[in-house]
C-alpha cells in the first residue's frame, strides 16, 4: 500500500487517484476557503486608513509563518499583520526535519528572510525582502520592518489616502 502524506498544517491527504490539475484546483479552493478564514477572524477586510494612526497594539500576530512553501522545516517564524501588510520571518530550514542537522539556506547566502506582502493579495509579490545570518538579526529586523510599514501606513493616514494609494506613490514618481 503506497504511503500518504498528510500536510501538518491543515490534515490535507492528496488523493493519489486523481490527476495534478484536479488536485491543483482543490488545494486552490483549499487556499481560498482558509484565506476567507483568515480574513473573517482577522477582520482584514475593514480598511485602515479611515483610523487616526496605526500603533504597536494594532499589530496581529500569528503563530504560523507568513511565506515560504517549505516554512513548516523552519525552526524559525513569525507572523505579524500591521494594518494592510503582511510581515513574515522564517528562518533556520531543516529541509531533512532533523533540527540537530546545520541549517541550510532559504535563499542566496542567508539563512533567515524577513517580507512584506500586502494582505488584500495573499498571492501576490513580496513589496520588501531583507535577509540575515543570525537569529538576533532577523528577530530585529522583523520588529524593524513592522515598524517601517506601520510609519508608512501612517503617513498615508495623515495625506488622508490609502496605505495601497500612498505605496504606489512611493513606488513610481511621478503618479500622483
Not at 480598511?47 to 494594532?58: A, F, G, K, N, V
Not at 531583507?130 to 520588529?143: F, I
Not at 495623515?158 to 513606488?171: K, M, T
Request: charged share 25%; aromatic share 8%.
Amino acid at each position: 500500500m503506497p504511503q500518504t502524506t498528510r500536510c501538518r498544517t491543515t490534515g490535507f491527504v492528496p488523493p493519489t487517484d486523481r490527476s495534478s490539475v484536479q488536485l491543483a484546483a482543490e488545494m486552490h479552493d483549499l487556499s481560498v476557503h482558509l484565506w476567507n478564514a483568515l480574513e473573517r477572524e482577522c477582520k482584514l477586510s475593514e480598511p485602515q486608513y479611515h483610523r487616526t494612526t496605526i500603533d504597536r497594539s494594532d499589530w496581529v500576530w500569528h503563530g504560523v509563518a507568513g511565506h515560504l512553501i517549505v516554512a513548516d522545516r523552519c525552526c524559525f517564524r513569525l507572523h505579524t499583520v500591521v494594518g494592510e501588510y503582511r510581515i513574515s520571518t522564517v528562518g533556520c530550514y531543516h529541509p531533512s526535519g532533523v533540527e540537530s542537522s546545520k541549517p541550510e539556506t532559504i535563499g542566496r547566502d542567508r539563512l533567515y528572510e524577513t517580507m512584506v506582502f500586502r494582505v488584500a493579495d495573499p498571492l501576490g509579490e513580496e513589496l520588501s525582502m531583507v535577509g540575515y545570518n543570525e537569529e538576533p538579526d532577523a528577530r530585529a529586523g522583523h520588529v524593524r520592518m513592522c515598524l517601517v510599514w506601520q510609519e508608512r501606513q501612517n503617513l498615508a493616514i495623515q495625506q488622508g489616502i490609502s496605505p495601497a494609494e500612498h505605496y504606489a506613490r512611493e513606488s513610481c514618481p511621478g503618479s500622483e
